[in-house]
């Protein structure tokens, strides 16, 4: 469970995030707002990339200004950008990055790697340098540089937006598939149908938080 108490954040004199208290307890729940709404700088206290000006964020009990590296343990972050999140030029070296800072045995290392790229029908690219995947096999190697670290908790910060239809869809089953509690902030409405909980930021505080049936339609009128 993710709790969110009194928050606000500031960069400098600027106010993004307004008083918002928020327990977030379901599988999957989806941030939506229009541009600057806030939706990034929330998803980024979540994991402790960003700390509150005021108030606090817990995870599962451990508050993220003073548990920081507990926190990003359990909850990994996936970035809009998958060029943000690759930092070594060839695919198993990357995924092994993360293992490798967690202490993991080398077995164990090439175990986990040969069971992520399976899973997403990337085996044979093991070896292949990362920057030539196409769009959506760098974000599902994104993807599985964070699942590799077995977190409790997938935070994902608009992981579709750069991808054309056919791996918009990819990405979007690989998302359903998580056993992980899953927490997306998203302009593509049509991927949250399913979701439990739908939050409509707007201007860093909420305008609605509800069933898919309920948020979407308001954020869609509000926006039209
Ligand atoms: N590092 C930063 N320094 C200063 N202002 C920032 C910074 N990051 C974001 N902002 C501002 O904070 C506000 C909220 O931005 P944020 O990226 O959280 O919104 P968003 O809803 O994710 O937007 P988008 O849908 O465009 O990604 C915006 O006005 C943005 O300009």
Redesign the pocket.
């Given at each position: 469970m993710i709790e969110i108490t009194n928050v606000s954040l500031a960069?400098?004199q600027?106010t993004?995030l307004r008083d918002i208290s928020l327990t977030l307890s379901e599988r999957r729940i989806a941030i939506v707002?229009?541009?600057?709404?806030?939706?990034?700088?929330?998803a980024r206290l979540l994991n402790g990339l960003l700390l509150p000006s005021e108030g606090t964020v817990k995870v599962d009990g451990l508050d993220t200004r003073s548990h920081g590296k507990d926190v990003r343990r359990k909850v990994g972050f996936v970035f809009?950008n998958p060029d943000n999140q690759i930092v070594f030029p060839v695919v198993e070296e990357d995924l092994a990055f993360g293992m490798k800072n967690l202490g993991f045995t080398k077995d164990t290392i090439a175990a986990k790697t040969t069971e992520i790229l399976t899973r997403y029908d990337m085996l044979d690219l093991r070896e292949h340098p990362a920057h030539l995947l196409s769009g959506g096999q760098k974000q599902l190697l994104a993807i599985s540089g964070v699942l590799v670290m077995d977190p409790a908790y997938v935070v994902l910060?608009?992981p579709t937006t750069l991808l054309d239809l056919r791996n918009k869809r990819r990405i979007t089953r690989a998302i359903d598939a998580l056993d992980q509690t899953v927490i997306i902030?998203s302009?593509d409405l049509d991927l949250l149908g399913d979701y439990d909980r739908v939050i409509v930021?707007d201007e860093?505080g909420i305008v609605a938080d509800d069933v898919p049936g309920k948020a979407i339609p308001f954020y869609v009128n509000r926006m039209s």
């Open positions: 960069y400098g600027r993004v707002g229009a541009n600057g709404s806030g939706k990034s700088s929330f809009q910060d608009e902030a302009h930021f860093g």
